[in-house]
């Protein structure tokens, strides 16, 4: 069955530090990757996708992530974090031709001003 | 930018009764899906629904919710009779095609079921 596992549920960095969370996925076939946000009180938000081509992907808001296929891991990277990304960030995966879409149980990044 | 709709943002019904959420998705997907989340716990999907019929749905999904697209734009989740562990977000969300493309999601409805 997919699953996906983000390793840190609960982040706290000050401003400018840099952040990754990782994201490991389980399953056998060809699958596309996500990364959503949640902002407090808002509705789920593309940050990036994986479907094909380079594994490195750009993002909005300066988030990328690198699809490792050895791995299964789609982690996701920001140089600086600002006090405005405090959110809680959602790996995702879906098969190719696949209907549902897979979530992590989320990380929570709180940015220190 | 086209959008996903929801209604309510917020529903309290009482343990038994019926509720219907409703959704209006983006005018051109064919795909359209549920998911919830229980407060502090992760993202979970119900149900996919394509070309009027359930393509997939999970054990989560039991006879008691049902799933229509009563017209050409709304799509609604109705859970018969509603239990205490109902209470959760309800995420509509919809893809221009399966897999592939990314869903685009609402921005929920509280369901609190008292």
């Known amino acids: 069955a997919q699953s996906v596992s983000q390793h840190n549920h609960h982040v706290i960095l000050s401003e400018a530090a840099s952040l990754e969370l990782g994201c490991n996925y389980s399953?056998?076939?060809?699958?596309?990757l996500f990364w959503y946000v949640q902002y407090p009180g808002q509705h789920l938000q593309l940050l990036l996708k994986?479907?094909?081509?380079?594994?490195l992907v750009k993002g909005i808001k300066g988030f990328e992530a690198e699809f490792i296929k050895s791995k299964f891991s789609f982690n996701l990277r920001k140089p600086s974090v600002q006090w405005s990304d405090t959110a809680e960030y959602f790996c995702?995966?879906?098969?190719?031709?696949?209907?549902?879409?897979?979530f992590g149980a989320g990380t929570r990044l709180f940015v220190k001003a | 930018e086209p959008e996903v709709t929801q209604t309510p943002s917020h529903q309290v019904t009482q343990m038994g009764q019926e509720v219907i959420l409703r959704c209006v998705p983006i005018?051109?997907?064919?795909?359209f899906y549920w998911y919830r989340q229980i407060l502090g716990q992760k993202v979970e999907f119900l149900v996919s629904?394509?070309?009027?019929?359930?393509?997939?749905k999970s054990e989560i999904f039991d006879d008691q919710f049902s799933v229509e697209r009563p017209d050409g734009s709304n799509f609604t989740l109705k859970i018969r009779s509603t239990k205490l562990e109902d209470s959760a977000m309800y995420f509509c969300?919809?893809?221009?095609?399966?897999?592939?493309?990314?869903?685009?999601f609402g921005p929920g409805t509280r369901l609190t079921v008292t």
């Open positions: 969300a919809s893809s221009a095609t399966v897999g592939g493309y990314e869903q685009y």
């Open positions: 399953y056998g076939g060809t699958v596309n």
């Open positions: 994986y479907f094909s081509g380079d594994p």
């Open positions: 995702a995966v879906n098969a190719l031709r696949g209907f549902k879409t897979i």
């Open positions: 005018s051109n997907h064919l795909y």
């Open positions: 629904f394509y070309n009027n019929e359930i393509s997939e």
